[in-house]
Nanobody, 118 residues
Framework: QVQLVESGGGLVQTGGSLRLSCAAS????????MGWFRQAPGKEREFVAR????????VYADSVKGRFTISRDNAKNTVYLQMSGLKPEDTAVYYC???????????WGQGTQVTVSS
């Protein structure tokens, strides 16, 4: 079983920055990639960014390109999401997810709230 614990959410003004962290723990698990998703009130969950656990491959949603940066620390099994230039439309609960194979996000964190005030 794999557990994901997120941290770093909060309230920030438009144009501000936040860094989210997500630490994975468990026994005998491999990571193919980790990603961040978000869900705003009344909306479906949407993809934000993902990072391959080996190499340099990263993918971003168009809505966050140039503002958000995903990174990882393999030794700590931790993925980060550095968010800058935040906008009110970035307000959502942010979830991290872990895939042990391509596209199979079977493990999810509990979510962390990000609120951007105008």
């Amino acid at each position: 079983q794999v557990q994901l614990v997120e941290s770093g959410g909060g309230l920030v003004q438009t144009g501000g920055s936040l860094r989210l962290s997500c630490a994975a723990s468990g026994r005998n698990f491999n990571i193919y990639d980790m990603g961040w998703f978000r869900q705003a009130p009344g909306k479906e969950r949407e993809f934000v960014a993902r990072i391959r656990w080996s190499g340099t491959n990263t993918v971003y949603a168009d809505s966050v390109k140039g503002r958000f940066t995903i990174s990882r620390d393999n030794a700590k099994n931790t993925v980060y999401l550095q968010m800058s230039g935040l906008k009110p439309e970035d307000t959502a609960v942010y979830y991290c997810a872990l895939a042990r194979s391509l596209g199979q996000y079977n493990y999810w964190g509990q979510g962390t709230q990000v609120t951007v005030s105008s």
